[in-house]
């Protein structure tokens, strides 16, 4: 991998990890840089050939951690099975109780 600053790693890592919430501009000022200039250095930073490198790199990362495989989708089968079924604590009972009281009341 290129070598890039501190500015210039984290301003794609912001990017990256706030994919389609953020703009060049709040990426740069994130990163530090001065915000006269914020808006200039996220479109020089993207024409930057090393930075963007580094983007489409940490962009294949996230989104390979997404990606569906065999092994995944096997797994979020059967995590489900294994949880407790969900209970519903009484309240089936309480409205059942509160029904008769007001049948009694209204005869």
Do not use: C, W
Not at 21 to 36: E, I, N, Q, V
Not at 55 to 84: A, F, G, Q, W
Request: aromatic share 10%.
């Amino acid at each position: 991998m290129d070598v890039l600053t501190e500015m210039q790693r984290r301003f794609v890592d912001y990017l990256v990890y706030n994919q389609g919430r953020t703009t060049f501009t709040d990426a740069a000022l994130h990163a530090g840089y001065s915000p006269k200039r914020a808006r200039i250095e996220g479109s020089e930073l993207m024409d930057n050939p090393k930075v963007v490198r580094y983007y489409r790199h940490k962009i294949n990362e996230v989104n390979r951690s997404y990606t569906v495989t065999k092994s995944n989708y096997l797994l979020r089968d059967i995590m489900p099975k294994k949880r407790k079924p969900y209970k519903s604590y009484g309240k089936k009972k309480k409205m059942a109780k509160k029904g008769k009281i007001m049948r009694k009341r209204t005869r």
